[in-house]
């Protein structure tokens, strides 16, 4: 039975209610729903708004329904079903529950209290993940492939510098989640339809007992903010952003052409007509599940756009969009951190594949430029040696010393130390540099720990 009923002389079309019913999609508030009653008819107790032992006996009833197998009818939402469930047990005392309360504020703070836990769970799986990286970055400190850049090999750096970058991206995407968690922790319960009650509520009380910061400040806003499912959704686009660009380079160094990583064969799958295939369906997936997550957060935005106060049906449209990032997020979460923990590194593909070009030519210059060249001199006689080499089918470390000093008579014995693979990512230890992976780790896992 709708909520709403006194005005109305007949029942809602069966189609409209269809359409109008969010009850599909709310029922996973049930705990929060029932968690936030039990909150306000406590208070409307203790503030005397209803007799105590009738407030006692309206919890008592709503606690034995989050442990019961509800059977779920043609309710608007779940706050009407779980209003109506309480009627049928308890007759005219349960309908006392919705003194000095609107669905307004109860969908708010269901919403809240709901994405607050969610939070708290995909933080887990971040830090879960960073753990895996740094992990796999100690295994990998001695581990050389090529950096790059516009993807053409650039400097030598650690497989393990390579993987803290991405520890750095998650770090971040964890503040993210905390800020947003913190503003979202404010409790819009007592905002009633829009303009508060007049019955003498204590909002701090409910607040407090339902685990928030405070009640907040304004009632029109507690019932028409969204502005909390934006931002997570935002900060779950960025997470996809980041696991799509990891995805994309496990996609990369999984292929025959780099052979840097082999997933696990848990991790992989093959194909139904060519045999030798080993494909990172997993890794792609997550890449493309970006695409939804992007799609939530714009709907969000697009939902909330150009919206009057306070509250217009227009906002059920949140729950879906936010659910499904929420939903999207964690699976890729729980599946991509074992899939990295699991992937075999080959360590000798990687340095190979450094020896392949000029990977040293910036070291080439520096070792000029640290004996008094000016730089921008000792970079043009590099460029010559380099297409002297791709003239030749040589690599700077082939070239006699003779050859060096027809490019410059700077060169010494010493050039072959100072361009060697080893001692190129070796002197880059300057602050967050490729050589300070080991560093970098004991930090993060440090922050790890405060967090
Ligand atoms: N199902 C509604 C929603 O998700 C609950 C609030 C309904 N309030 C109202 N005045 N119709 O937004």
New binding site residues.
Partial sequence: MALWNGRFSKKINAQANDFNS?LAF?KRLLNEDITGSIAHVTMLGDCEIIPKDEAKAIAKELAKMIDEELVFDDS??I?SFIENELTKRLGDLGRKLHTARS??DQ?ALDLRMYLKKEIDYIGGQIKDLINVLCDLAEQNEDSVMPGFTHLQHAQPITFAHHLMAYSQMFMRDLGRLKDCFNRMNESPLGSGALAGTTHPIDRHKTAEMLGFNKPCENSLDGVSDRDYCVELAGAISLIMVHLSRFCEEIILWASQEYKYIELDDGFATGSSIMPQKKNPDIAELIRGKCGRVFGDNTALLTMLKGLPLA?N?D??ED?EAIFDSVDTVKMCLSTFAPMLATMRVNKENMRKSCEKGFINATDCADYLAKKGVPFRKAYEATGKIVAYCIENGKVLDDLSIEEYREFSTVFDNDVYAAISLEACVRQRNSYGGANTAAAQIAKVRGELIGN
Avoid: G, L, T
């Fill in positions: 969010s709310d608007e939402d706050h669905r307004n969908v509250y049906k906002m059920q729950k």
